[in-house]
């Protein structure tokens, strides 16, 4: 962990300053790193001002400084020259600094330092999410010219939560690596005690999204598509699963839509879906073996978990699967309690506005059985009939109708054999027959 933390850079370096104190009260502020910095462009610390020499005092008698942006670049560079004396700080500039630091809180600015791996590699265009863990940006990378999603964590790392979220998502996509349900991670650092994750951009958003949007505009998925979303996601969680991993946090929100990967996957191998369906957020991702379950959204949490039955997490990530379908099929908004909620952990279908047919609510209803042990695992998911279509058979499909089919044309075969076999033993009578006509016939003519 140590390593991982060094390499990563989640540790700040040493301070040279001798003010350690004020340098914890001025990690707020953009460019001002140390005391000093801060100090020498405050007006409000007067008592501190009359301690500088001659050339300080001159200099913020001045109208541009005076009225010159604390944060402006320009500002601290025009005052680099500046000397101080070594005195310490009043207590009214420490108090000047809490109350100015509130302010910027309220503000919620993003604070990036001057040699930002973010500003310099990235150009940001616009905020595409956010939310409790923070928020997430489209950006370009100047180098390549790609588009990707930075997803920034809202808190400090140090001593977080939030800190082992991070470290969960950024450790689980390493393990995972790359595949085409699971949104493709690509890089990971800390700026200002933050953690930046850059991933793939997909195009198409969120499902919660598209579930919004179709409520507004009076829309639903077709059952086809819904199949088609059931048996994407499912491959997602095989995958995850095959690597003794539960993602624990599966919902609409954390199923990302991308157009271009369809479009991409139909040019190489003729796929026909009109998107591609993948799985995000990662940082509840927890161990089979020795799992430490962090609970996710209670609306789409099995009741096992709960229980802190945690024998069967690779069904629990089957179980919210099942409420993530119904919901896009129109359901309405779940509830986190109550007796509703009880009653679809007791294997009740909630009501969804769309028919769907009785094969597919069985198999929504075998997904949230209330023994984890009878629900299907995303395996079997993965292959189950209703869930291919036509075009989309798998290979052991293919080989038992074949196999079928062989059959029965070895049967017909057969048939055909004996007819032709019984039809060869009657000609030569036949013939004669017609042979005798035909004489008959002349001599009669």
Known sequence: MRQVRQRLNFNAGEEDSTCRGIEEELRFLPHHTTCKEFLRNSPECKEYERNLNEDFLSSIKSPAL????LRDPETLR???????????PPRQCLTSIRRIRK??????VVVTSPTSRYTSE?????????????????????????IYAIKRIKRPLAGSVDEQNALHEVFAHAVLGQHPHVVRYYSAWSE??????????????????????NRRTLKLLSEAQLKDLLLQVSRGLKYIHSASLAHMDIKPSNIFISRRAAIRNADVDGSDADVVYKIGDLSHVTHVSSPRVQEGDSRFLASEVLQEDYRNLPKADVFALALTVLTACGAKALPRNGETWLAIRGGKLPTVAQVLSEEFQQLLKLMIHPDPVHRPSSSALSKHAILQPASKLSADSLREQLHAQKFRNALLLKELNEIQSSTAAAEPSVSYRTKINRSLSLTTF
Not at 134 to 146: N, P, S, T
């Open 78 to 88: 025009s005052s680099s020259d500046i000397s101080h004396r070594h005195t310490s």
């Open 192 to 213: 200002d005690e933050h953690m930046l994750i850059q991933n793939e951009y997909c195009d198409g958003g969120t499902l919660e999204q598209l579930i919004t949007e």
């Open 66 to 69: 005076l009225t010159a942006d």
């Open 122 to 146: 990235f150009y940001e265009l616009e905020k595409i999410g956010s939310g409790e863990f923070g928020a997430v940006f489209k950006c370009v990378k100047r180098l390549d010219g790609c």
């Open 103 to 108: 302010s910027y809180n309220r503000k919620s």
